[in-house]
């Protein structure tokens, strides 16, 4: 039976609890996901591409908290952010396995990474793999589909404007992990 006691190291039973702080960063990670992904978005090209930074949250979930919370982080603010504000369109999965993955692989690269966890390397190299795998690929198939038009149609315009949003999120990300590290958040 499982208990809040404190379980030993060489117990069989593991101790999975998550801290109050990760609960809470993961919390308001999920909020600002939420105001500046559905709020303070700006959609172009007929929805094609929506220029945000309600990545950002999410990325700084992943670094600081971990691939795991980093990917709750992705789905719990895509999910809620559909029922808030879906900016017209109609719900699907893929986006949300985009969210988790925009988690979970900044939290994977400073995971297995051998350079300091917040370090820029980590920060571009993180996004570099969002925008890859994430904002142009995936999330570029999810709009031809639900759009009806052809990928190789959507590429050009959404691979110029991820670079242009990646490139940002790089100069945002990184100061602010290092003001939230000088602060004592981390």
């Not at 919390?27 to 105001?35: D, E, G, R, S, T």
């Not at 017209?88 to 939290?107: E, I, K, Q, R």
């Given at each position: 039976?499982?208990?809040?006691?404190?379980?030993?190291s060489n117990s069989p039973i593991p101790s999975n609890k998550?801290?109050?702080?990760?609960?809470?960063?993961?919390?308001?990670?999920?909020?600002?996901?939420?105001?500046?992904?559905?709020?303070?978005?700006?959609?172009?090209?007929?929805?094609?591409?929506?220029?945000?930074?309600?990545?950002?949250?999410?990325?700084?979930?992943?670094?600081?908290?971990?691939?795991?919370?980093?990917?709750?982080?992705?789905?719990?603010?895509?999910?809620?952010?559909?029922?808030?504000?879906?900016?017209?369109?109609?719900?699907?999965?893929?986006?949300?396995?985009?969210?988790?993955?925009?988690?979970?692989?900044?939290?994977?690269?400073?995971?297995?990474?051998?350079?300091?966890?917040?370090?820029?390397?980590?920060?571009?190299?993180?996004?570099?793999?969002?925008?890859?795998?994430?904002?142009?690929?995936?999330?570029?198939?999810?709009?031809?589909?639900?759009?009806?038009?052809?990928?190789?149609v959507l590429l050009p315009a959404r691979v110029a404007a991820?670079?242009?949003?990646?490139?940002?999120?790089?100069?945002?990300?990184?100061?602010?992990?290092?003001?939230?590290?000088?602060?004592?958040?981390?």
């Amino acid at each position: 039976m499982y208990t809040d006691e404190k379980v030993s190291s060489n117990s069989p039973i593991p101790s999975n609890k998550i801290s109050t702080k990760t609960l809470v960063l993961a919390a308001i990670f999920v909020a600002m996901n939420i105001i500046l992904t559905r709020v303070g978005a700006i959609m172009l090209f007929g929805g094609s591409i929506r220029f945000s930074f309600g990545n950002i949250p999410v990325i700084l979930s992943g670094i600081i908290l971990g691939p795991a919370a980093g990917a709750m982080t992705g789905a719990v603010g895509d999910l809620l952010g559909v029922f808030i504000n879906s900016h017209g369109g109609a719900f699907h999965p893929g986006f949300t396995l985009s969210a988790v993955l925009t988690g979970m692989l900044p939290g994977l690269v400073v995971k297995i990474s051998s350079v300091k966890k917040l370090s820029l390397f980590n920060i571009v190299v993180s996004n570099v793999a969002i925008l890859i795998i994430v904002s142009i690929c995936l999330n570029t198939y999810w709009i031809s589909q639900l759009q009806g038009n052809a990928y190789l149609v959507l590429l050009p315009a959404r691979v110029a404007a991820s670079i242009v949003i990646t490139g940002l999120n790089i100069l945002i990300t990184y100061p602010l992990v290092k003001s939230l590290e000088k602060t004592g958040v981390l």
